[in-house]
C-alpha cells in the first residue's frame, strides 16, 4: 500500500510540473464489462484446457484521466468485480466453490491520450490495492495489470472505448490472474 501512495505522489508530482507548462487534461469515466478467473483454483493431477478459466464475472467502475505530460496519462480508478460460484467434483463428491467479491482501486498509466480521434489504439500498465474475499478468504495485496486500449469514437467532449486486460493479484508464492474486456463512456472536464 504504501509503494502505490508513494507511486500515485510521484504521478501528482509529475503531473503538478508538467501543468505549468500547458493546460491539464481531466476527464471522468465509467466502465463496465466482463472478467474471467485464469488458472485458478486447479489441481495439476486433473488439469485439462477446459477447466483453465474459471466462472465469468462482472466488473464495473469509475476512471479519472489526467492528462498533465504529453505522452502519459495518468488514470486514478475504482472498479468492482462479482465472479461465479462454481461445481467441482471430489471422489464422487460435488462441491461449490463461492466465487469472489472484488474491490480495487489505483493508477493506471497510459501511453498517449484514451480519448481523441477515431479508432486509436494505447497501451496502458497499472498498479492497485485489490481486495478479493469470498466465503472463509480474503485477500488484500497489491495488484498489477496491463493491456491494451481502443479508442472507437471521440467528440469534444464525449468519447467511446474498450480495452482489454490482464490482471493479477499476487498472494505469497503465487498469484490470483484475470482477464478482462471492458467498454466505457469517458466525459471531459477540462481541455
Same mark, same amino acid.
Given at each position: ?94 462441491? &461449490? !466453490?463461492? /466465487? ?5 482501486? $489505483?493508477? =493506471? @498509466?497510459? %501511453? *498517449? ?19 478479493? &474475499? !469470498?466465503? /472463509? ?5 497489491? $495488484?498489477? =495489470? @496491463?493491456? %491494451? *486500449? ?29 482477464? $478482462? ?11
Amino acid at each position: 500500500m504504501k509503494r502505490l501512495l508513494m507511486l500515485t505522489l510521484f504521478a501528482l508530482l509529475l503531473a503538478g510540473g508538467a501543468a505549468q507548462a500547458g493546460p491539464v487534461g481531466v476527464s471522468v469515466g465509467a466502465f463496465a464489462g466482463l472478467s474471467v478467473p485464469v488458472l485458478q483454483d486447479v489441481s495439476t493431477s486433473s488439469f485439462s484446457p477446459g477447466k483453465a478459466f474459471g466462472g465469468t464475472g462482472s466488473a464495473f467502475g469509475l476512471r479519472v484521466p489526467v492528462h498533465a505530460i504529453s505522452l502519459i496519462t495518468f488514470e486514478p480508478y475504482y472498479a468492482k468485480s462479482k465472479y461465479k460460484d462454481r461445481q467441482e467434483t471430489f471422489g464422487g463428491i460435488t462441491y &461449490t !466453490r463461492d /466465487g469472489f467479491d472484488g474491490k480495487s482501486y $489505483g493508477v =493506471n @498509466f497510459i %501511453l *498517449g491520450k484514451p480519448e481523441g480521434g477515431l479508432l486509436h489504439m494505447y497501451p496502458y500498465f497499472g498498479i492497485s490495492k485489490t481486495k478479493l &474475499t !469470498r466465503t /472463509g478468504e480474503e485477500i488484500s495485496k497489491a $495488484g498489477y =495489470n @496491463f493491456g %491494451l *486500449g481502443m479508442g472507437v469514437f471521440s467528440s469534444q467532449k464525449v468519447s467511446v472505448g474498450a480495452r482489454g486486460e490482464f490482471s493479477m493479484v499476487a498472494t505469497g508464492d503465487t498469484s490470483r490472474k484475470f482477464l $478482462g474486456a471492458t467498454a466505457g463512456v469517458t466525459y471531459r472536464l477540462r481541455p
